[in-house]
């Protein structure tokens, strides 16, 4: 299954645009926040009126792609990941999972973008007790100037 996120900056305008493609949500912290925040698009409680929304790349080719606009400022972060960091799995098998991937991340609210990644992986590697062999584990970090 191919998923994808998009995750377009306009600086002009001072927003990010992100559209999904069956990928998890990005997460994001604007400067003066506490935590992180997953950039989820609305739920869709009714698909049975209309074509299917968000699901991964050719599956179904009426598919329409939402779309969220957050806005953004110099100093906030952008956190952008494959499937493969929250599907990591424990030694008993359970994964790796969104709550703890915000947990890391919000533990790390100061650390230096270039020490960030690193905090993440180690984490992984504590958690999985291995090598990541399981899935592809690609992660981005930026920072808004």
Same mark, same amino acid.
């Given at each position: 299954?191919?998923?994808?996120? !998009? !995750?377009?900056? #306009?600086?002009?305008?001072?927003?990010?645009? !992100?559209?999904?493609?069956?990928?998890?949500?990005?997460?994001?912290?604007?400067?003066?926040?506490? $935590?992180?925040?997953?950039?989820?698009?609305?739920?869709?409680?009714?698909?049975?009126? /209309?074509?299917?929304?968000?699901?991964?790349?050719?599956?179904?080719?009426?598919?329409? #792609? /939402?779309?969220?606009?957050?806005?953004?400022?110099? /100093?906030?972060?952008?956190?952008?990941?494959?499937?493969?960091?929250?599907? $990591?799995?424990?030694?008993?098998?359970?994964?790796? /999972?969104? $709550?703890?991937?915000?947990?890391?991340?919000?533990?790390?609210?100061?650390?230096?973008?270039?020490?960030?990644?690193?905090?993440?992986?180690?984490?992984?590697?504590?958690?999985?007790?291995?090598?990541?062999?399981?899935?592809? !584990?690609?992660?981005?970090?930026?920072?808004?100037?």
């Amino acid at each position: 299954m191919t998923t994808a996120a !998009v !995750v377009a900056y #306009y600086s002009q305008e001072s927003v990010v645009k !992100v559209s999904y493609a069956g990928h998890p949500p990005i997460l994001y912290r604007r400067i003066a926040d506490k $935590a992180w925040s997953f950039a989820k698009l609305p739920d869709r409680k009714d698909l049975s009126n /209309g074509p299917l929304v968000n699901i991964p790349l050719a599956f179904d080719s009426d598919t329409l #792609y /939402g779309q969220l606009t957050i806005p953004i400022a110099p /100093g906030d972060r952008l956190f952008v990941y494959t499937d493969g960091i929250i599907e $990591a799995p424990s030694p008993e098998g359970e994964c790796f /999972g969104l $709550a703890r991937l915000k947990d890391v991340l919000d533990e790390n609210m100061k650390t230096p973008l270039s020490e960030l990644k690193s905090a993440v992986l180690k984490t992984l590697h504590q958690y999985t007790e291995k090598e990541l062999t399981h899935d592809d !584990v690609t992660l981005i970090v930026l920072e808004i100037c």
